[in-house]
């Protein structure tokens, strides 16, 4: 019989270059100290917007999350023709309809003086692309009142818009929403939680940080070559290795979010699964152009829990004896994958297969696929086979 998948493992070991892809409040790079050596670091939030933006491309819809909905509903009645007080005013009307407590902007350069209409709500609303229109329509039906509304001055002042109406287009939500989950916990019944879970990834060696001396030429001096020195100069922190990077699926809470349609459930599991695998941070791309894509994915299909292979990499891998670390990390990985896999046993693990620039047979990671499409549609055949069917 059957045994129902509940969790996607995705792993995957990539190689960066010379670049800075998540950088922390003093523009350093974001490091950690696992298995008492410093490896370089990007944070599962920097990679999971990458994730998310390359996502929407492929399920041709997208979320917005902003503490500026009412600008946007003011922008999208400008663009209906409304006049331009008037759709101010039906923007923060909108805004402060929402429940959640807010604050004017302040007029820039004088910190004191707020901005009538210009409403920001204190908790990041988290909402489909669509509610921007459909809170624009809700508008346009009560035009009227609007128009004989005062302005949202102050923190204090009520909307004549309903409440419960605006508050159940901020709770609506689309595939975006349903997969990467919703933290809104000022509306009632609007919190989402997300079916994916995703890691840090970091380095599955010791890394060191570099430090880039620069400067910048000064055109006109050197032109005219009557002065010595450049326009600028500074410094910028680096990193470079091979990362290891691992997130789940779960199936049971997927279907939770989206009812029972295998159909939509497929799509948006296989465009993670290809968002994942293709997504890179996009800081200081201009400067470095690190657009590498993994050494290899492996994807596994369990039924029990999900099963990280970070620990493979607690001992710190080392470099080749004709140097580099692609290989050994994936030797490594590999290995522990395996022995874990003999541990917990294989009852579990539904399926288990993996793609890679390496001519290596990693027999721990089960079958081997020439691309990473193939890769994932054997991984959803297994996941997503009907109840019943044969094992």
């Not at 974001?30 to 492929?58: M, P």
């Not at 988290?126 to 923190?155: C, G, N, T, W």
């Not at 940080?209 to 922190?237: K, Q, R």
């Not at 047979?361 to 696929?369: A, P």
Request: charged share 20%; net charge negative.
């Amino acid at each position: 019989m059957h045994t129902p998948a509940r969790f996607i493992d995705i792993h995957v070991l990539q190689s960066v270059p010379f670049a800075n892809l998540n950088r922390d409040d003093t523009n350093s790079v974001k490091t950690v100290q696992y298995g008492n050596t410093l490896r370089t670091r990007v944070s599962s939030q920097c990679w999971k917007r990458a994730i998310r933006t390359v996502f929407e491309d492929h399920i041709g819809d997208s979320a917005l999350r902003t503490r500026r909905i009412g600008e946007r509903v003011t922008r999208e009645l400008e663009l209906r023709g409304w006049p331009t007080d008037l759709a101010q005013r039906a923007g923060g009307h909108a805004a402060a309809a929402s429940g959640i407590k807010f604050e004017l902007a302040k007029t820039p350069g004088d910190a004191k003086q707020s901005v009538a209409n210009k409403v920001l709500t204190n908790a990041l609303v988290y909402v489909p692309e669509a509610a921007v229109s459909e809170l624009a329509d809700f508008a346009e039906q009560h035009r009227s009142e609007l128009e004989q509304a005062k302005d949202i001055k102050k923190p204090a002042d009520k909307s004549i818009l309903p409440t419960a109406d605006v508050a159940a287009v901020l709770r609506s939500r689309n595939g975006v929403i349903n997969l990467f989950g919703r933290m809104l916990a000022e509306i009632d019944d609007a919190g989402v939680d997300g079916a994916v879970q995703i890691a840090h990834a970091l380095t599955t060696h010791e890394t060191d940080v570099e430090l880039d001396y620069f400067s910048a030429v000064d055109d006109v001096t050197a032109l005219w070559d009557d002065a010595s020195g450049s326009g600028h100069m500074g410094h910028a922190e680096f990193s470079a290795g091979t990362l290891y990077r691992y997130a789940t699926l779960d199936l049971r809470d997927l279907a939770a979010n989206i009812g029972d349609d295998p159909a939509a459930a497929r799509d948006l599991a296989n465009a993670f699964l290809t968002s994942f695998i293709t997504s890179l941070p996009q800081a200081k791309k201009n400067s470095t152009a690190p657009h590498t894509i993994p050494d290899l994915v492996h994807i596994c299909v369990r039924s029990d829990r999900p099963l990280s292979y970070a620990a493979a990499f607690e001992k710190p891998v080392q470099a080749a004896a004709q140097g580099g670390f692609a290989a050994p990390s994936r030797t490594q990985l590999a290995a522990y994958a395996a022995a874990a896999n003999a541990l917990l046993g294989t009852d579990n693990r539904l399926t288990a297969s993996w793609a890679s620039l390496d001519t290596q047979d990693l027999t721990g990671l089960g079958e081997r696929h020439d691309s990473f499409n193939s890769l994932i549609t054997t991984a959803l055949d297994a996941a997503l086979a009907p109840a019943g069917a044969a094992a």
